[in-house]
């Protein structure tokens, strides 16, 4: 109790409690009003009836789910077969986020360790590095991945020069490319939360697992990695959750044929063809899907700072 | 109210209570004017409660805290004229070590160059004029704790708290601003409350110290009185080393209660009220005042066996056995080698007691 | 020759992998701002070092189109992420400052809601609100979504910043006469500052980059420079467009160095 009010940290103190809900007020009113009623309000669409030429009729519908789930026939009278052209495109997004995912992840780990075991005065020069590009435009930065990987682009014309390939590789357009456009654009936040993880991480640990005839690679796989594995997953969740719903990697690096949710919700809202209780019907499984991640996440979180205590 | 002087600060009946939890177990107790007073207990004691509620951090949820007469529940800490001392010094980082001191003067309603004037002689006082243009992150820990002082002092509180504001310094340190504490309290005549878990920083500094465990005040008095006059097993305890013996009373005569311990021993020491023949007390006695003796010179005495003898700088410390009974630790003072006071381990002695030095206790 | 000293903490191949992870950050970037100092009209071939592009951008044919698209984009930077950090630090002082009470789980679940839905869906959620509302799409409802996305980014740094600053801070002050809006403003907010300023950097930059959301809630004809950049990607990469980009990436350079910096100045204070 002695400085339990006053410890800093996380303490939540009540300086501002009369305060607080006017404080809070616009806060609330702002996200209230232009994200989360936004959100319920597409929900709702989602079930309404569509109008040609975009739009809906406010007409309670399961058209735009039906249409997300089952084949009826070109008239839609035949009996109901699974639809799967819609799955497939968010099949090839999960495929895609969570390879995007393992790429950075494999990439981001030894990266973020290394980091975090250099001097002090270095790690910050290190960090800084990492974060530069996460503040650069993220358009710009994909429309660059998509300079570099043409098949007259930079890299296939050093690889040509160079010799070590006889005619351009062809990468743009194709799924591996919107692989290495989601793994550079997220990369950063797969390596900060390892960093953060390893820098607390103490290494007398690794010592005591020496001590006790562990070689390294033992050591990284049984001392280590259990001690940072909270910074690992919330590394890949922040790779894969913003890689699922993208849009510009695909739609810039893998053109036509490597669609993904984004650029098919995208497109119900563009021009003519758009059905928007379709569009939001989609972005409604889109966020479900998130949100059931996240949850799973949330609790696992919980649990274990129960276990830390 | 009386006609005599009131106390600095009256705590009548203060209850506080966390939700379920209550941190503070209706407390009672006066400090007097210029006094230097002190909190003392383990932490988690409620010390600190008590004292964030005299400065108005808490609120208090039954009873009442008088300043000087008036009852000062319900006034924010802003309108109560008592300063603190905080433990981490809480030193404004973006400002001076002169605006530092200053912000309470102008808080108060004087001029920026009064203020600073006046935080200026502050500073002096304490001696760090020269720093008045750094930043706190600038200076060392020690000379934060003054600057936080000077800031603490600079309104002229009517009281100043002081929440354990050297156990931050080394031991050398924390030596030296006792001493300076003192002379400070007494320069300028202002109530101090210190709060503190180190009851040596206690003993050194107080004029009287109020020992807390668990929410409740356990003893209140001089530091003399605390230290020889436990009045129960945790203040004894607490306060200085002991050796704590379970007891049983045989009978009580002209205020001797005659008891005996584990192996038979018997002895004599003064009784205490609560005290009655046939009961199972436990005595307490300081090491230091026990010694050691080759042949049985006194009733007393308690027959044991030398176990070990540890050299601590200015004493040294042996540990005994008393045949079939606990053990005993004796302090004898490095001074006293030659009066043949140290046994070596093995050798059979007597354990003697001081005139008047065990005490009984009954809880 | 000396034998090297067993380092438990170093592993071989991270040195290497860092480098790569580095060079696939930045070899794009660098590509293409090299390029954009190409003399050549085609992308393709190299012809020798020119500023050409950057005055194209000024002056040239499409430079009324991209001055305007940049006018709207740091107009609506500046005022979406003055407006979320204002907002971010009344409710961070609330949520850090508030003491415990029931809302603040739900508080703290809405301000991050930007962060957990994804953009398309918030994108495609905000154009369906304007459009149920009648609300015509423009600069303004650019702006509106700006600032509600932007106050998450806004709230992170103020919010751990302030969590940062103990509570005894303002406690000295108000023990030493210093009313609670005086604590606030004199001691308080001048602590904030560094996460103030770091909050608005973020937003401002994440306001500036924002394609998705913009692009379904713009008006026709309306652009911003990602939507104009975008727009003329479609139509192949022109070394204009790398010229714009090379800009735009220098201004987020000198964004973090600005922050990187206001944050150092905080440490030694």
Redesign the interface.
């Known amino acids: ?3 339990g ?13 009369e ?3 006017w ?2 007020l ?3 009113g ?3 009003i ?6 319920l ?2 929900l709702v ?1 989602s079930f309404l009836t569509k109008e040609f030429r975009g ?1 809906v009729i406010w007409e309670f519908s399961l058209a735009a789910y039906d249409q997300f789930f089952f084949d009826r026939g070109l008239f839609g009278d035949d009996p109901a077969k699974i639809e799967w052209t819609y799955i497939a495109i968010f099949w090839r997004s999960i495929w895609q986020a969570g390879a995007a995912t393992v790429l950075s992840l494999l ?2 780990f ?2 973020a ?3 975090a ?1 250099r001097p002090e005065k270095q790690r910050v020069i ?1 960090v ?6 996460y ?7 994909t ?6 990987l043409r098949d ?1 682009g ?1 890299l296939n014309s050093f690889l040509m020069t160079t010799g070590l390939v006889d005619s351009p590789i062809h990468m743009i357009n194709t799924n591996f490319a919107v692989q290495v456009g989601l ?2 654009s997220y ?1 950063p936040f797969m ?1 900060l939360p390892i960093y953060a993880a390893v820098e607390r991480y103490n ?1 007398t640990l ?2 005591a697992a ?1 001590d006790l005839y562990a070689n ?2 033992i ?2 796989r049984h001392i280590v990695l259990p001690a940072v594995k909270p910074g690992v997953v919330a590394g890949c969740i922040l790779v894969f ?2 890689s ?5 990697a695909p739609d ?1 690096l893998g053109g036509a044929k490597n669609f993904m ?2 650029s098919l ?2 497109e119900q ?1 563009k021009g003519n063809a758009g059905n ?1 209780p379709f ?2 019907a989609a ?1 409604m499984i ?2 479900t899907m ?2 059931i991640i ?1 949850v799973i996440y949330a609790r696992a979180q919980a649990r274990s700072d129960k276990e830390a205590g | 109210m009386s006609l005599e002087q009131p106390n600095a600060i009256e705590v009548r009946d203060a209850v506080k209570r966390y939700g379920d939890f209550t941190a503070l177990k209706t407390i009672s107790l006066s400090i007097k004017d210029n006094e230097f007073f002190t909190l003392l207990g383990p932490s988690g004691c409620g010390k600190t409660t008590l004292l964030r509620m005299i400065a108005g951090f808490e609120d208090v949820s039954e009873g009442a805290i008088f300043l000087y007469g008036e009852e000062i529940e319900g006034l924010p800490p802003h309108k109560r004229p008592v300063n603190t001392v905080f433990q981490n010094y809480a030193l404004f980082p973006h400002k001076t070590v002169l605006d530092n001191v200053a912000f309470g003067l102008q808080m108060r309603g004087n001029s920026k160059s009064d203020s600073r004037k006046r935080a200026g002689e502050m500073l002096e006082l304490v001696q760090l004029s020269q720093f008045a243009g750094r930043k706190p992150a600038q200076l060392s820990g020690g000379q934060q704790q003054r600057v936080a002082l000077a800031r603490a002092l600079a309104p002229q509180p009517k009281v100043l708290l002081l929440d354990e504001p050297l156990s931050a310094l080394d031991l050398k340190l924390r030596k030296a601003m006792q001493l300076e504490l003192k002379h400070l309290q007494r320069e300028t005549g202002i109530t101090f409350i210190f709060v503190t878990h180190d009851q040596e920083e206690a003993l050194t500094m107080s004029d009287r110290i109020a020992v807390m465990s668990s929410g409740e005040l356990q003893q209140l008095g001089d530091a003399r009185d605390i230290y020889e006059r436990p009045r129960n097993m945790f203040v004894a305890d607490f306060i200085g080393e002991t050796n704590l013996l379970d007891v049983s009373v045989d009978r009580i005569e002209s205020g001797q209660a005659i008891c005996h311990l584990g192996g038979g021993h018997a002895l004599t020491c003064p009784s205490v009220e609560e005290v009655a023949a046939g009961s199972k007390v436990h005595l307490s006695v300081r090491p230091e005042r026990l010694f050691l003796t080759a042949t049985q010179d006194d009733g007393n005495a308690l027959k044991a066996t030398v176990r070990e003898n540890i050299f601590v700088g200015t004493d040294i410390t042996t540990l005994v056995d008393l045949a079939d009974g606990p053990e005993i630790i004796i302090r004898t003072s490095n001074s006293e080698r030659g009066n043949q006071r140290i046994f070596d381990p093995g050798t059979p002695v007597y354990v003697n007691m001081e005139h008047g030095a065990a005490r009984l206790l009954v809880d | 020759m000396t034998r090297q000293r067993y380092d438990i903490k170093s592993y071989p191949g991270f040195l290497q992998i860092t480098l790569l992870c580095l060079f696939v950050l930045y070899a794009p970037l660098i590509v293409v701002a090299v390029y954009s100092l190409n003399a050549s009209a085609s992308i393709a071939v190299w012809e020798g070092f020119s500023f050409r592009w950057y005055v194209d951008v000024f002056t040239g044919p499409e430079s009324a189109k991209f001055k305007t698209a940049a006018r709207n984009s740091f107009v609506i930077a500046i005022i979406a992420a003055s407006v979320a950090t204002a907002i971010a630090t009344l409710a961070a002082t609330a949520m850090v400052r508030g003491g415990k009470f029931r809302l603040r789980a739900w508080s703290f679940g809405l301000i991050s809601l930007p962060l957990m839905v994804p953009e398309i869906v918030t994108a495609v959620a905000t154009l369906i609100f304007f459009n149920s509302i009648g609300f015509d799409r423009g600069l303004l409802t650019i702006l509106l979504a700006h600032i509600a996305f932007c106050i998450p980014f806004a709230y992170l740094p103020i919010s751990a910043r302030m969590q940062g600053i103990e509570d005894s801070y303002e406690q000295a002050a108000q023990d030493l006469y210093a009313t609670k809006r005086q604590a606030f403003t004199k001691i308080l907010l001048p602590l904030m500052l560094p996460g103030i300023i770091s909050g608005f950097l973020l937003a401002f930059i994440i306001s500036l980059d924002d394609f998705i959301i913009t692009n379904f809630v713009k008006g026709a004809g309306v652009e911003t420079l990602p939507t104009a950049i975008f727009g003329a990607v479609k139509q192949g990469i022109k070394p204009n467009i790398m010229a714009i980009s090379t800009m735009l990436l220098g201004f987020s350079v000198l964004m973090v160095l600005i922050s990187y910096l206001v944050s150092r100045t905080d440490k030694t204070s």
Request: glycine fraction near 8%.
């Open positions: 109790m002695a400085g009010a006053t410890s800093g940290g996380n303490a939540v103190t009540d300086t501002y409690k305060a607080r809900n404080l809070l616009p806060a609330w702002t996200l209230g232009m994200v989360l009623a936004p959100v309000l597409m669409y739009g990439i981001g030894p990266t360790y290394f980091i075991t290190w800084f590095l990492i974060t530069i590009p503040w650069v435009n993220l358009l710009i930065r429309v660059s991945m998509r300079f570099l007259e930079p793994f550079y990369l390596v290494f690794s010592e020496a390294k690679w050591t990284l959750v913003p699922l719903g993208s849009f510009l810039l949710i984004g919700i995208e809202f928007w569009g939001a972005s889109l966020l998130v949100l996240l």
